[in-house]
Antibody
């Protein structure tokens, strides 16, 4: 069974940093691209970042470019999101999600249970 | 690409046929996915690439559309279908979602 388990969320002050982790199991982790998607309280879903299976290609939404870094350790089957210079508008539940085999028009399946990031002084 | 879902919410009864629409700001070549999300839970994919039913998803869910206009239909609403539904375009990066449609019990 494919499982994704996020960790690392918590309360951080504006301008602070946090690193999220997503432990994957049940599939050949290095063969699949992975994404981070967030959801602010009571709001819709927002794709944040993606990384190819090898880690050689990364993608970001404009609002986090230069502040967030996605990475992966395929030897540990773990995905990461390093978040720096956090702002109030970054507060959300962050989900990691698996993409299907490489091809056009990817979808996300499955998703982890999410980890909550709160940005407040 | 902007994704606009309608309605934002709806009330329906068990057994009703429910239709949710999603409009893209430009053509997305059919790369439109639908997710179901229940309160406090992660989203779950229902339909991908406009009309392909994810394994394990009941056949009462169906998707259709082309160009910029897409539809999710629930043929006979069941108690477990009360949830929020999100559309997502994956034609171009950044992938973008609609604002969600909340399906409530009438």
């Amino acid at each position: 069974e494919v499982q994704l388990l996020e960790s690392g969320g918590g309360l951080v002050q504006p301008g602070g940093s946090l690193r999220l982790s997503c432990a994957a199991s049940g599939f050949a982790f290095s063969s699949f691209s992975m994404s981070w998607v967030r959801q602010a309280p009571g709001k819709g879903l927002e794709w944040v970042s993606a990384i190819s299976g090898s880690g050689s290609r990364t993608y970001y939404t404009d609002s986090v470019k230069g502040r967030f870094t996605i990475s992966r350790d395929n030897s540990k089957n773990t995905l990461y999101l390093q978040m720096n210079s956090l702002r109030a508008e970054d507060a959300a539940v962050y989900y990691c999600a698996k993409e299907p085999p490489p091809g056009p028009g990817p979808w996300f399946d499955p998703w982890g249970q999410g980890t909550l990031v709160t940005v407040s002084s | 690409i902007q994704m606009t879902q309608s309605p934002a919410s709806l009330s329906a009864s068990v057994g009703d046929r429910v239709t949710i629409t999603c409009r893209a700001s430009q053509s997305i070549n059919g790369y439109l996915n639908w997710y179901q999300q229940k309160p406090g839970k992660a989203p779950k994919v229902l339909i991908f690439t406009t009309s392909r039913l994810q394994s394990g998803v009941p056949s009462r869910f169906s998707g259709s559309g082309s160009g910029t206009d897409f539809t999710l239909t629930i043929s006979s609403l069941q108690p477990e279908d009360f949830a929020t539904y999100h559309c997502q375009q994956s034609y171009s990066t950044p992938s973008t979602f609609g604002q969600g449609t909340r399906v409530e019990i009438k």
